[in-house]
């Protein structure tokens, strides 16, 4: 079984954060014997630069990959965590967590079909390639419709006065997850089926400056070498 960790990597993205990043990353990667797959060229210059992320629709096939894993190069990956295509149904995508799609994005009849009203969180991302069609760039929809159905919440405004259109891989993806009917989980809900809960195995926040990012990675990295997996620190 081929796996392959995706990572976005456009115009050689934030070094400060990577180095502290990127490590671990590697070392989860040769632990369950995965390959890294950098995407760092742009195909769709006149969208946001995450909508790259969805060049793992074509990419994932011609790699031979059998498991796709994609995570943010800002995200720390403890390097104990289980190897959840180990554990994950093929036909079942699973994601750290996820939103309350009416709270971000005017939906339409996909949404209303499907019922279960599931916003993905693609900052970490595991299916296999049988649900391909996860990443399936909106090929029915302009980038002008897309931007009108997405609005950030109003603590990403205050925090970072974030534009819609950073939510356009989350658009897509929770379009996806509602139009192709894909079975759904997250990483709690995985670990509560083993008696792991309250372990914490990823690490992502997004609504602080760069600095205090690099700072808070620092530390969460530095306690992760030196203590097992747990609850967030307060």
Same mark, same amino acid.
Not at 42 to 70: F, N, S
């Given at each position: 079984?081929?796996?392959?960790?995706?990572?976005? &990597? #456009? /115009? @050689? =993205?934030?070094?400060?954060?990577?180095?502290?990043?990127?490590?671990?990353?590697?070392?989860?990667?040769?632990? $369950?014997?995965?390959?890294?797959?950098?995407?760092?060229?742009?195909?769709?210059?006149?969208?946001?630069?995450?909508?790259?992320?969805?060049?793992?629709?074509?990419?994932?096939?011609?790699?031979?990959?059998?498991?796709?894993?994609?995570?943010?190069?800002?995200?720390?990956?403890?390097?104990?965590?289980?190897?959840?295509?180990?554990?994950?149904?093929?036909?079942?995508?699973?994601?750290?967590?996820?939103?309350?799609?009416?709270?971000?994005? &005017? #939906? /339409? @009849? =996909?949404?209303?079909?499907?019922?279960?009203?599931?916003?993905?969180?693609?900052?970490?991302?595991?299916?296999? $390639?049988?649900?391909?069609?996860?990443?399936?760039?909106?090929?029915?929809?302009?980038?002008?419709?897309?931007?009108?159905?997405?609005?950030?919440?109003?603590?990403?405004?205050?925090?970072?006065?974030?534009?819609?259109?950073?939510?356009?891989?989350?658009?897509?993806?929770?379009?996806?997850?509602?139009?192709?009917?894909?079975?759904?989980?997250?990483?709690?809900?995985?670990?509560?089926?083993?008696?792991?809960?309250?372990?914490?195995?990823?690490?992502?926040?997004?609504?602080?400056?760069?600095?205090?990012?690099?700072?808070?990675?620092?530390?969460?990295?530095?306690?992760?070498?030196?203590?097992?997996?747990?609850?967030?620190?307060?």
């Amino acid at each position: 079984m081929k796996k392959i960790i995706f990572l976005l &990597d #456009i /115009d @050689d =993205y934030a070094p400060d954060i990577k180095v502290i990043t990127y490590p671990l990353i590697e070392r989860y990667a040769k632990r $369950i014997g995965a390959d890294i797959h950098r995407i760092t060229e742009r195909k769709w210059p006149d969208y946001p630069v995450v909508y790259e992320k969805l060049q793992i629709h074509e990419l994932a096939p011609k790699l031979g990959a059998d498991w796709i894993i994609y995570i943010d190069s800002d995200a720390l990956v403890h390097p104990d965590m289980p190897d959840f295509t180990e554990l994950l149904p093929r036909d079942t995508v699973l994601q750290n967590g996820y939103d309350f799609v009416l709270n971000r994005i &005017d #939906i /339409d @009849d =996909y949404f209303r079909r499907d019922g279960r009203f599931i916003g993905t969180c693609n900052w970490f991302t595991i299916a296999s $390639i049988a649900m391909l069609d996860l990443w399936k760039p909106a090929d029915d929809l302009t980038l002008e419709e897309m931007e009108k159905r997405m609005h950030c919440i109003q603590i990403e405004k205050n925090a970072v006065n974030m534009e819609d259109g950073h939510l356009i891989d989350d658009f897509v993806l929770s379009r996806n997850v509602a139009r192709f009917g894909l079975k759904y989980m997250t990483v709690p809900q995985m670990l509560a089926k083993f008696g792991r809960e309250g372990y914490c195995y990823l690490y992502h926040e997004y609504l602080i400056d760069r600095a205090e990012k690099v700072r808070r990675l620092t530390m969460m990295r530095d306690r992760w070498m030196t203590m097992v997996p747990d609850p967030l620190p307060s």
